[in-house]
């Protein structure tokens, strides 16, 4: 079955004014342009164009091969959302568009995308030209089209990526698609011949990503408090997954509001799973990696502060289950800010505390998304440590400590959960949710604990890097999930926009 790429957009001088549509079809596995079309529509809104661009592309697929399946791309949140079902339609020129719109094809062949602006370029032009032509009185003809190669032209810059904090998927095949620019022109070149050729696509879909490096913040061991801890007492490391080769002592720091920041053993499935290239994409280079298409992508955001948190003491998915503070709904208004400045988060899942689902409303709330539920999200259940500080379990329980600091199979006193347990548990989730948000950008509002975790298994990293990391309440972090299994660690715990 074929699959096509459909970008579309629609613009209007004076909103309502003179308006005008473009439409762009491309061939998925190659990112040749296929079709293109505009028109001048007369007087109408942004928001009616960009229904009419959508339309018309979605009909020049249909004329390519009706049985064909299309992802949809556009610069308009508002068709995006509404296209996809996740928004009403209110306005009484859209709901018939709309309706029509969802006709050319089967619903289940046709998904959609927001792209930014800037990615969205060849679309836009051709809208442009389109009410350009309108305005001369004129009708727009593809022979005296330029906007694929103003486009191209345009996108050779490679400007800045957009998108979530560290997300480089837009900058990367921007990046690729300019070099591929550059080859063409040499082959030409060297051709001898004055006919530029067939741009190169500049959307094709980032190939394999190079393994993250995120590098944790400091040597000392991490605390997932916003505040640096003292390291309390060391224990002897006495089990390691398999392969991975660990010190032979680890330093256990003090409890935080969300976990004790302890190490998190991969299930054995996952040992050396996420984060390093193959052999054969070593011996291939990343130039040649197949392309893979967009990942799923995760942005987390630990949720924000609690009573708890700045006592640092023990608050897992047993305790209490306390809600947010004063300060940490502030901290979820400043990351929603942010998000939407951003505006590429797609879906919001949050775990079922009353901490990140609180935080998760806040945030969805500013980008108008539904929150969804996932039970494992939930932070480790820590027993009858739960609300306890790390210096009072010492003191209570000094050997349930000493031999759960030396094994991540060891669970809390009272029958909380392991390390090891969790690590399955948050590895089935992850799984869960890459075949679930395939393609998309996702914002996971979690805890310490399964953040840390996901952030150690995509660096395919042992489990007593946990302890090496610092994870501050409503900080970010971002890890993107390729169809072949690699992981890319793109961001962690940026917390700039709460300064």
Excluded: C
């Amino acid at each position: 079955m074929r699959e096509f790429i459909v970008e579309a957009d629609g613009g209007s001088r004076g909103n309502p004014g003179p308006a005008g549509y473009g439409s762009v079809v491309r061939d998925a596995a190659s990112g040749q342009t296929l079709a293109e079309r505009a028109e001048y529509i007369g007087v109408a809104t942004n928001n009616v164009a960009e229904y009419r661009g959508l339309l018309a592309g979605l009909r020049a697929a249909h004329e390519l091969d009706p049985d064909a399946t299309v992802h949809v791309r556009m610069d308009s949140k508002l068709v995006v959302e509404q296209m996809s079902g996740r928004w009403k339609i209110k306005h009484p020129a859209m709901k018939p568009l709309a309706a029509e719109a969802a006709t050319v094809f089967p619903p289940d062949r046709v998904t959609y995308e927001w792209i930014p602006r800037e990615r969205n370029k060849h679309a836009d032009r051709l809208a442009n030209e389109a009410m350009d032509a309108g305005a001369r009185g004129e009708r727009w003809t593809p022979s005296a089209s330029r906007a694929e190669l103003d486009a191209t032209a345009s996108s050779s810059a490679v400007p800045e990526p957009s998108g979530p904090s560290g997300d480089a998927t837009a900058g990367a095949a921007r990046a690729r698609a300019a070099l591929a620019d550059v080859r063409a022109a040499r082959t030409v070149a060297a051709a001898g011949t004055s006919t530029p050729g067939t741009s190169a696509p500049g959307t094709a879909a980032p190939g394999k990503a190079a393994p993250g490096t995120a590098t944790p913040g400091a040597s000392a061991p991490g605390t997932a408090a916003p505040g640096a801890s003292a390291p309390a007492a060391s224990a002897p490391e006495s089990l390691a997954p398999s392969g991975g080769a660990v010190p032979s002592s680890r330093t256990a720091s003090s409890a935080d509001a969300d976990s004790s920041d302890g190490a998190a053993a991969p299930a054995p499935a996952d040992a050396g799973r996420a984060g390093a290239a193959t052999a054969e994409t070593s011996a291939q280079g990343w130039s040649s990696a197949p392309d893979l298409g967009a990942p799923a992508t995760f942005v987390l955001l630990r949720h924000g502060e609690t009573p708890l948190t700045p006592q640092k003491r023990f608050s897992g998915s047993g305790g209490t289950d306390p809600a947010l503070s004063d300060i940490g709904r502030e901290q979820a208004e400043r990351v929603a800010e942010a998000l939407a400045r951003r505006g590429t988060i797609q879906h919001i899942v949050a775990s079922p505390l009353a901490r990140t689902r609180e935080t998760a409303g806040i945030v969805a709330a500013r980008l108008g998304l539904e929150v969804t539920v996932e039970d494992g999200l939930r932070e480790t259940d820590f027993g009858a440590w739960e609300g306890l500080t790390f210096a009072e379990v010492r003191e209570r329980h000094p050997d349930d400590l000493n031999a759960w600091l030396a094994s991540p199979q060891v669970a809390p006193t009272g029958g909380g959960e392991s390390f090891a347990d969790t690590a399955v548990r948050i590895a089935a989730t992850r799984d869960k949710l890459t075949a679930a948000y395939a393609g998309r950008t996702v914002l996971l509002v979690t805890h310490v604990t399964p953040i840390k975790t996901l952030i150690q298994l995509a660096l395919g990293a042992p489990s007593e890097a946990l302890f090496r990391m610092e994870l501050s309440a409503a900080s970010l972090s971002v890890v993107a999930y390729y169809a072949d299994g690699n992981a890319s660690v793109r961001l962690f715990n940026d917390t700039s926009h709460l300064r």
